[in-house]
Nanobody
Framework: VQLVESGGGLVQPGGSLRLSCAAS????????MSWHRQAPGKEREWVAG????????NYVDSVKGRFTISRDNAKNTVYLQMNRLKPEDTAVYYC???????WGQGTQVTVSS
């Protein structure tokens, strides 16, 4: 199982980033996928989740209306579109598969002027 995140970087407040997570080594299309983040000195928190066919999406309250999770089962990839970014969104972002349970290595997102 391999999950590889990309798309992180430095962005100004109010800006946007799109994270990608490329999956391999398992049947991606049957696995719920999720994004999590961990800010310095804080515990890792769940950010968003999407079911296997993309029909059900859920978000933590702090990102509702700003972040959108999506997936492309033909490309074995899950995405996190992040708009109207805030400094408090600064964290390492991780994707996670549910079947089997596995984590990516993370990608750094820094929101700062």
């Amino acid at each position: 199982v391999q999950l590889v995140e990309s798309g992180g970087g430095l962005v100004q407040p109010g800006g946007s980033l799109r994270l990608s997570c490329a999956a391999s080594g398992f049947t991606f299309s049957v696995s719920t996928m999720s994004w999590h983040r961990q800010a310095p000195g804080k515990e890792r928190e769940w950010v968003a989740g999407i079911n296997s066919d993309g029909g059900i999406k859920n978000y933590v309250d702090s990102v509702k209306g700003r972040f959108t999770i999506s997936r492309d089962n033909a490309k074995n990839t899950v995405y996190l579109q992040m708009n109207r970014l805030k400094p408090e969104d600064t964290a390492v972002y991780y994707c996670k598969s549910s079947r089997p349970s596995s984590w990516g290595q993370g990608t750094q997102v820094t929101v700062s002027s």
